[in-house]
Nanobody, 121 residues
Framework: QVQLVESGGGLVQPGGSLRLSCAAS????????MNWVRQAPGKGLEWVSG????????YYADSVKGRFTISRDNAKNTLYLQMNSLKAEDTAMYYC??????????????WGKGTLVTVSS
């Protein structure tokens, strides 16, 4: 069965950095685009970033562009999100999500349980 397990969240001061990881199993990782989605306390889901199967095309929400970097290691079936210059408004539960196919607009069918990122002094 498909499993996505996020890790790497925690408490960080404004301006700090964190690297999230998502270990994938139960499907052919290299066949699918992958995404990061977040949900801030009391708010709805916000798509953060996505990338293609090879990791050569990356896309970002305007709110994180220039600060976050998405990547993948297909040999390790792992998705990453490097987050720099973190702000209080980045505080959220971060989810790894598998796309249903190729592209950003095809939808996401499997999600991890999330990892919590708290940005606070």
């Amino acid at each position: 069965q498909v499993q996505l397990v996020e890790s790497g969240g925690g408490l960080v001061q404004p301006g700090g950095s964190l690297r999230l990881s998502c270990a994938a199993s139960g499907f052919t990782f290299t066949n699918y685009w992958m995404n990061w989605v977040r949900q801030a306390p009391g708010k709805g889901l916000e798509w953060v970033s996505g990338l293609n199967r090879a990791g050569t095309l990356t896309y970002y929400a305007d709110s994180v562009k220039g600060r976050f970097t998405i990547s993948r290691d297909n040999a390790k079936n792992t998705l990453y999100l490097q987050m720099n210059s973190l702000k209080a408004e980045d505080t959220a539960m971060y989810y790894c999500a598998k796309a249903t196919g190729n592209g950003l607009d095809v939808g996401m069918d499997y999600w991890g349980k999330g990892t919590l990122v708290t940005v606070s002094s």
